[in-house]
Structures are given as structure tokens and as C-alpha cells.
């Protein structure tokens, strides 16, 4: 390739050209997400690219403030932010454009995001996110519901050997407000919980100290988690938290028995807006592929819980579903005829000048079978 070429093609850290075959396969994994979240009564919202920054950055949107792009509108002369996260977005339409729709709303979305710096585990920095929100629902069913949703999606593509992690991020502040504790000690012990530090949890954490390292001991698989949880006595502001979460698990149980749950009881790095019960979703092939919980939507602080899921995971863990067989249509044929083979579900690839050797063209131009004298032939 010439060097006018290369640099041409050379594109910003974190970005890339998705070409046909990747193109095709995530477009067929998104369209049978949204058509799954559809037959749970989840219609789709498309909101776009960039939005004014305060819009944007407001409420659940804060917390990706550092992982946003701004630009100027020429036209109103404010500051406009392209969108790092569609989950405020959605919320955003919400309570404004669909305030007066009854409750709970289901939505749903697609769409591409950018961020301004990727990780080591996610170099890139723009990426697909699908996901719904249930917005106006206060019931555990409504938490069971995301997260059975979620399982059920990703089944319906191929994500295989999927679990899910469940935490409360907000468990250990209640905790440690229920007992008097201050500011300042709340954040150390959080910081210790972090690094999984028993001695620094029992160094800090005063009255508090001995049911916290059980309930971080306990963390692990659901079972053994809900027991330790349930023997332990908490203040009232994080018992409510415990209710929630016993009563998701129920549903989840009788709806999928067979499903891996596991229980972080001190987690909370990664939820940065969640208020009450949360997860991740993993496959034992590619680790992470998805993230979700309850947090308050809008001004109103309306409750609402919901799910992302990152396509850049979740793709190359998936089958790629075989793309339509396609035909060459020589120059001449008459387009009724072209469209006939479209109906029987060929793709068609028409010839746009006369050619010598018709199935010497349909392999240059990738195509397995021509069309000669009405009939369909493969090409050897």
C-alpha cells in the first residue's frame, strides 16, 4: 500500500474501522438483542450522538464527566458533549419527553458511545451499547427482571457459561451511617474493603469493623453469602437493602435454578450512580460483558434500574451467523428477475457491464453461485 495510503488509513488511539464481516456480525447481534428486549415489552429510543453538555452531565451523567468529549455549537454557542454513556439519555427522555406515560417505562437502546480514555482490560474508546431501562418500579421483581432479561439475551445470541455478580455498592455507607460512624472513617474503610485489607478494616472501622469482615469473608456464591447476611444484624438503613436483595435472589432462583450467582457484600468500584442493588454480568470465555443496578432517574430522583451491554465483549464470544449466499447477476438480467432471488433470500450482486467470463466475475466479486438462463449455478 503506498505511504499516502497508510496514513490515510491511520485512525486515533482507541478507534478503528469496523469492516463487512465484523459489521454484519455485530448488526445481527444487536437487532436479535433489541428484538428479545422487545417481546419483554421494551420499546426502543434512539437518542442522539450529542447533547447540550448540561443535559449530558447532569444527574446520573456526572459521574462520566472525566470520560467526556465537549465541543462548541456554532449555532447556540454552548458548550455541546458527546455522549460516553446512553444511560443518561435515556433518563433524560424519560422524565422529560415521556413524563406523562404510564409507570413502570420500559426503553430500550443501540448505539455507539466515545470516551476519552480506555483502559488497559478496553483500549478502545468508542464501542456499541445495548441496554434497557425500568423506570418507576420500586418492586425486588423489577431488579429480577433487568437481570433475568439480561441472562436471557445474551443466551439468545450465544454468549456462553454466563454468571452473575450481585452487589449493593451503597451497603457499606448504610452500615457504617447506621452506626454513628464519620465521613472520613467511612472512606477509609471503603478504600481498605477495596483492597479486600482485613487489618485495615479492623484497624478503622470501630463497632463496625467485626460485620464488615463478614461480610466481606462471606461474599462468594449466593447461597453462602444470603446465609452470612441473614445471620447478621444491620441497622435499619441497610436492612431495607438486604429485603431487596433476598427477594430479587427468590425470583431469580425459581425463574433460572441453574443460573451462577455470586454475591460481592462490599463491593462498589464500577457503580458509580447506582443507589441499591446491582450486577455484572460474565462469560467464563471473555469475562465482563455487562453492567447494571438501580439508581434514581431524573430530578425527581424517580426510581429506576436497568442494564448495559458492551458489544466489544460480547462479539467474540457469539457464533457468527452465516452471511445469505450470494449470486452474481449478469449485466442485462431484468430487475424482476433479480428480485425474485431476493424474495427466495439470495443476495444479489448485479453486473453493471457486459463481462467474458461470468464466472470468473462472481468469484472477483465474492460471490458463490451465478445467475445463467434463469437458473441459479454455484461456482466451482
Known amino acids: 500500500m503506498p505511504a ?50 448540561e443535559n449530558l452531565l447532569s444527574g446520573a451523567g456526572a459521574a462520566m464527566a472525566k470520560q467526556t468529549f465537549r465541543v462548541m455549537d456554532p449555532h447556540s454557542q454552548r458548550m455541546m458533549a458527546v455522549r460516553a454513556d446512553i444511560t443518561p439519555q435515556i433518563v433524560r427522555i424519560a ?27 478496553r483500549p478502545e474508546r468508542q464501542f456499541t451499547q445495548v441496554g434497557v431501562e425500568l423506570i418507576g418500579a420500586v418492586e425486588p ?23 452473575v455478580d450481585l452487589c449493593v455498592p451503597k451497603m457499606v455507607e448504610r452500615i457504617c451511617a447506621g452506626l454513628g460512624r464519620p465521613d472520613e472513617e467511612i472512606r477509609q474503610l471503603r478504600a481498605a474493603l477495596d483492597r479486600k485489607d482485613v487489618a485495615g478494616v479492623a484497624e478503622v472501622g470501630g463497632p463496625a469493623a467485626t460485620l ?8 462468594g456464591p449466593a447461597d453462602r453469602a444470603m446465609r452470612a447476611l441473614t445471620a447478621v444484624e444491620l441497622p435499619e438503613e441497610a436492612e431495607l437493602d438486604r429485603r431487596r436483595l433476598t427477594a430479587a435472589l427468590a425470583v431469580m432462583r425459581a425463574a433460572m435454578p441453574d443460573l451462577t450467582v455470586t454475591i ?28 447494571g443496578g438501580r439508581y434514581h432517574a431524573g430530578a425527581n430522583k424517580e426510581r429506576a434500574t436497568g442494564f448495559t451491554l458492551y458489544m466489544d465483549y460480547i462479539l467474540p464470544a457469539i457464533p457468527v451467523v452465516p452471511a445469505p449466499a450470494r449470486v452474481y447477476v449478469p449485466h442485462g438480467t431484468p430487475w424482476a428477475a433479480s428480485g425474485k432471488l431476493r424474495a427466495d433470500g439470495w443476495v444479489t450482486v448485479a453486473g453493471l457491464a457486459p463481462v467474458a467470463d461470468a464466472a470468473a466475475e462472481a468469484k472477483r466479486l465474492l460471490c458463490g453461485h451465478r445467475l445463467a438462463d434463469g437458473v441459479v449455478h454455484p461456482v466451482a
Open 212 to 219: 464488615l469482615e463478614t461480610l466481606m469473608s462471606a461474599s
Open 141 to 163: 421483581e423489577a431488579d429480577a427482571e433487568v437481570i433475568l432479561l439480561a441472562v436471557q439475551a445474551l443466551n439468545a445470541i450465544g454468549v456462553p457459561h454466563l454468571s
Open 264 to 291: 460481592d457484600l462490599v463491593e462498589h468500584r464500577g457503580f458509580g450512580y447506582q443507589t441499591g442493588l446491582s450486577f455484572t454480568l460474565f462469560s467464563r470465555d471473555v469475562g465482563e460483558v455487562g453492567q
Open 95 to 121: 422524565t422529560t419527553r415521556l413524563l406523562n406515560e404510564a409507570r413502570p417505562l420500559r426503553l430500550c437502546y443501540a448505539g455507539p458511545v466515545l470516551r476519552v480514555n480506555g483502559t488497559q482490560l
Open 4 to 53: 499516502d495510503a497508510l496514513n490515510s488509513a491511520l485512525l486515533p488511539a482507541g478507534l478503528h474501522d469496523v469492516l463487512p464481516s465484523e459489521a454484519a456480525h455485530e448488526a445481527v447481534a444487536v437487532e436479535r438483542l433489541l428484538a428479545e428486549f422487545a417481546a419483554h415489552g421494551y420499546r426502543r429510543v434512539d437518542p442522539p450522538l450529542v447533547e447540550f453538555e
